[in-house]
């Protein structure tokens, strides 16, 4: 019974009732007094600090060693991760590169909604990943773009950079003959230095760098994508470049000035129509040799 | 492997050290009577929960802990006498006791001294662990991993042979 409440005592669970039970007896007195006594003791003082110093100059020690096996498996994980992420680095950076052949369009959309229309023999390239921070693909070839409202959008050739906000227009940069044909909106472009701004209705030619004719264009799209192409007073050599892109076929020009100018279109469906289109205004004959020769000769 | 907050967390490691490295401290003390010793037994038993701190889940660190030093303390040979200090007593009480009641008391003070050092390490550790430190039986059973009976038994063998010795010297 007392052996109990001796062990309550200890416990810090005892009554005040049962503690004068307990006091009853001497030799629990004694318990009760060697008990109390030893309470009031204290071990030596533990420096906490320290051991706590020593231990992270020890730990920081311990966690540079890593077991062979666990290493490797690291090494593992960490080599197959940054092949995963050189990957995704490559697919996501990769530049988006579209081609269209001789005698052949394509339409394209970009990231932003805005349309490219390529025509023949042309090329764009631009980046998906930034294109939302930096709209600017380039160009080479011809292409009409109908640019979405939004941030800068440039066009960047060899010739020169063509920049608006929202807007629809021509580009075509071949070889030194770069003409840019504004549809809508407000079209800006930089060459050699120089910068023109190009309303809407409003087309410039520049030919190795140099503004050789500005005029106003009443369609509301290039005719090259009416399946037809325009010319103004253009040199016949620009004509037949570009009659052999839109039929893939090689025109040989048995005249004496290629210079001759031509004003009118031809058309991209019918080889027998364009040629007469062109060469009757001109008084000048053509033979279709075969399937992919054509020969352009004076009467 | 179900990942779970273990103690390589340094969070988790620092504040099972907060917590737990006096009591270990004093539990080693206890049992060798060396201060140093037990300091040293504390960071052995910290650097080995370090080292291991992958495989042993945060609940079982205690008794990770109390198992390595104990462990430890078995394999190191040097004990010496348990000195203990004691607390200040404070307090107006005091003022009222006659000279002679406080040397009496002194006198029974140091003989208790002696007689603690003369108890088994078992005995002395659990008896030292619920008075000095305050911890009920059921805690000490646990990190003695004995039963609760067994550290009944350990409280009253204790207090029997404290008292013969006080007798006695």
Redesign the interface.
Known sequence: MNEKLLHKFLNNEISDAEMETLQATDMYRDYLKIASTTSTMQTPAFNRERVWQKLNENTKKQTKIISLPLLRSIIQYAAIFALLFAGYLYVTHLDVSVTSHVAEKKNLTLPDNSEVVLNADSKVIYNKKSWNKKRSLSLKGEAFFKVAKGKKFDVVTDQGIVSVMGTQFNVQSRENHFHIACYEGLVRVTFDKQEIQLPAGNSVIIENGVVIAQQNISATQPGWMLNESAFENSPLITIVEELQRQYDIEVVLKIRDKNILFTGTFTHTNLEAALKTICVPLQLKYSIDDKRGVTIYED | MIEEDNVCKDSIYNKL??NL??SI??FI??KCGD?SQ??DL??EA??KL??NCAKVPQAKAKSFLYTVCNNSFLNEIAHKKV?????E?TGPSINKQTPEYLLEEKE??KK?QKA?ANLTEGQRTA??M???E?K??REIAEILDISVKAV?KR??QA?ES??KE?KNI
């Open positions: 050290f907060q490295s006096t401290y004093n003390y206890f201060s037990a300091e504390v960071q910290f650097i370090w080292e000195v203990l200090n004691y607390a007593k029974f003070e208790l603690l008896f030292l619920n008075r000095i305050g009920k039986y009944e409280m009253s207090l404290l008292r006080i």
